[in-house]
Nanobody, 122 residues
């Protein structure tokens, strides 16, 4: 599966952005999806993930209540709605996919998009 992330940009603190990830290739509905981020000088971290049918989601504590992950299996897309953004949310955001079983803290994903930069100014 090929993944293309988009929607990053520059936003002021308190603002919102919506990231999208378009998938092509094999059956999208058979993949769990995740959004990860990596800030300069920091390790990559899991931000949010969603099960194949969208019934199960998980979030990093730092984004709970502010970010929402969703997917549209008919359109082969997964989105990350980010509200109340903070400067510490600044990072390159990556979408990822895997054909395996979803679990809340799963970190091993087989397929990765190219990343989209989110910059939050204070």
């Amino acid at each position: 599966v090929q993944l293309q992330a988009s929607g990053g940009g520059l936003v002021q603190a308190g603002g919102s952005l919506r990231l999208s990830c378009a998938a092509s290739g094999r059956t999208f509905s058979g993949y769990i999806m995740g959004w990860f981020r990596q800030a300069p000088g920091k390790e990559r971290e899991l931000v949010a993930s969603i099960s194949e049918n969208g019934r199960d989601t998980s979030y990093a504590d730092s984004v709970k209540g502010r970010f929402t992950i969703s997917r549209d299996n008919a359109k082969n897309t997964v989105s990350l709605q980010m509200n109340s953004l903070k400067p510490e949310d600044t990072a390159v955001y990556y979408c990822a996919a895997d054909p395996g079983l979803w679990s809340p803290r799963r970190l091993d994903y087989a397929y990765w998009g190219q990343g989209t930069l989110v910059t939050v100014s204070s």
